[in-house]
């Protein structure tokens, strides 16, 4: 986190007198660009979003593999489906196709869920 500027502090007074030294042009450009930064900071505060957190509901006894998929979309909201369809539709044919049991499906899709929403966590900008 940064130190907040205050009209005494160190980085207050440091750019005043790196602003004093400069020429008349380079302090308008100084001063230019000073405020496309406090521009810019003031609309990444207006357009910054947290994702939600995950809403996970949990596994109903008996469920199939397309309700389950239904449910961790439901529960996931944040993540892009269309990033996930290929594990996504290789689970569902190792159920279809292979008989794999539906519960071990299921466990394997709300761990892949799990592990998208964590790869999107881990991208997103630091909050402060």
Do not use: C, N, W
């Amino acid at each position: 986190m940064l130190t907040p500027i205050t009209p005494r502090s160190a980085p207050a007074t440091r750019l005043l007198r790196l602003f004093r030294a400069l020429p008349a042009a380079e302090r308008e450009t100084l001063l230019a660009f000073a405020e496309f930064l406090a521009d810019r900071a003031a609309r990444l505060d207006e357009t910054a979003v947290l994702e939600p957190e995950p809403a996970p509901e949990p596994r109903p006894e008996g469920e199939s593999v397309v309700a389950a998929i239904k449910r961790l979309s439901r529960g996931y909201p944040m993540l892009d489906r269309a990033a996930m369809l290929e594990e996504t539709s290789a689970l569902m044919s190792e159920h279809v196709l292979q008989g794999r049991p539906a519960p071990a499906v299921i466990d394997d899709l709300e761990a892949l869920f799990e592990r998208y929403y964590q790869q999107l966590r881990a991208s997103e900008p630091v909050q402060d």
